[in-house]
């Protein structure tokens, strides 16, 4: 685990990379998750897919969690950053792009590195330097994902 501080709009924000996960509010996360309007989600089901990440990141503001992403991964060759969240309230200064930037930074070497933006996103991680790819493929979950992340057919 990895705490440091982190200075974004005149600001101090704490973050852990991969902290004990044991000592996380799971229930403060999937409330982050029904903020940003994401698929509903149940508190030990997120607790379980970020103990099966390869690596974690949290930012807080005092004690409480404001920020968070992980990356989804083989330890090598693959990798894809996902769950990317940053609560409503706190957007729009640099912390995304310091999340994204500091997940990319642990996976120097690999031959593949992704994420599924969620839609609207797209100009954001452009603006990053993430290039939109031509050869990825989704198996849609349903017609919204259908919808929100497939080309017309």
Not at 25 to 46: C, G, P, T
Not at 85 to 98: A, I, T
Not at 115 to 130: E, M, T, V
């Amino acid at each position: 685990m990895i705490n440091m501080e982190t200075t974004m709009s005149n600001t101090t924000y704490q973050y852990q990379l991969n902290p004990n996960l044991e000592q996380i509010d799971w229930s403060n996360v999937r409330s982050l998750f029904q903020k940003v309007a994401w698929k509903h989600r149940i508190a030990e089901e997120i607790a379980l897919a970020f103990k099966n990440s390869t690596t974690t990141i949290f930012v807080y503001d005092d004690d409480r969690i404001i920020a968070f992403g992980r990356v989804v991964g083989d330890g090598r060759y693959y990798a894809m950053l996902a769950d990317i969240v940053v609560d409503p309230e706190y957007q729009g200064k640099g912390l995304g792009k310091y999340l994204v930037t500091a997940l990319n930074d642990t996976l120097v070497n690999y031959h593949f590195v992704n994420l599924s933006a969620a839609p609207g996103a797209d100009r954001f991680y452009k603006s990053l330097g993430w290039k939109k790819q031509t050869t990825s493929y989704i198996w849609p979950q349903g017609p919204k994902q259908l919808r929100q992340h497939c080309e017309p057919e």
